[in-house]
């Protein structure tokens, strides 16, 4: 069984500080998905990354693949009050088309 | 923007009964696959479907469950017989041919009394 560890699980922060949260799995994964996520809402897909090392950028978001892509990070610079949500991870492994999610980070930014 | 869309957003139902749950997936996609959110718990793979057959399932998929594509735009889920724990956002999700990147709807709430 593939499992995808997210840490922190919360984190409250004021506007405009950096912050990093984490995804890790002992499992390799072929691709790997970000999505946030509203209270009753569906996860809305913020990024894939497929290759190790890979790094990619949304505005003030900068997500990277680890270079075994067994863990990934998702920073965010200058954090705002818009960006208060549920961060989830979520993996795919070999050719199965399945995700496996973690448990998602609960961030909230204060104005 | 294409997006995944889902009715209803909300159904109540006596446990026993049976309940269908709709999606139409992003319209040139191929993969379609439904996930379940039980409160305060992580999002679960139910089930994937590609060429009009189930391609892969987990084991919350048990007989209860089934999936069909009655037609070119929906893609359904019905519970056979609802049990209290079925109680969850029920997610559809779709993907391309290469299935890199799923696109999820906005969930059915699914409450079993």
């Known amino acids: 069984t593939q499992l995808l560890e997210q840490s922190p699980q919360f984190l409250s922060i004021q506007e405009g500080e950096n912050l990093t949260v984490y995804c890790n799995s002992s499992?390799?994964?072929?691709?790997l998905q970000w999505y946030r996520q509203e209270p009753g809402e569906g996860p809305v897909l913020l990024v894939t990354?497929?290759?190790?090392?890979e790094v990619k950028k949304l505005k003030r978001l900068t997500f990277q693949f680890g270079d075994a892509r067994k863990d990934s990070s998702l920073h965010i610079t200058a954090a705002q009050p818009g960006d208060t949500g549920l961060y989830l991870c979520?993996?795919?492994?070999?050719?199965?088309?399945?995700?496996?999610f973690g448990s998602g980070t609960q961030l909230t930014v204060l104005p | 923007e294409p997006e995944v869309t889902q009715t209803p957003s909300h159904q109540v139902t006596q446990m026993g009964q049976e309940v269908i749950l709709r999606c139409v997936p992003i319209?040139?996609?191929?993969?379609f696959y439904w996930y379940r959110q039980i409160l305060g718990q992580k999002v679960e793979f139910l089930v994937s479907?590609?060429?009009?057959?189930?391609?892969?399932k987990s084991e919350i998929f048990d007989d209860q469950f089934s999936v069909e594509r009655p037609d070119g735009s929906n893609f359904t889920l019905k519970i056979r017989s609802t049990k209290l724990e079925d109680s969850a956002m029920y997610f559809c999700?779709?993907?391309?041919?290469?299935?890199?990147?799923?696109?999820f709807g906005p969930g059915t709430r699914l409450l079993v009394l």
């Open positions: 979520a993996g795919k492994s070999g050719s199965a088309r399945q995700l496996t």
């Open positions: 319209s040139n996609h191929l993969y």
């Open positions: 499992s390799v994964f072929s691709s």
């Open positions: 999700a779709s993907s391309t041919w290469r299935g890199e990147t799923q696109y």
């Open positions: 990354v497929v290759t190790g090392g």
């Open positions: 479907f590609y060429n009009n057959e189930i391609s892969e």
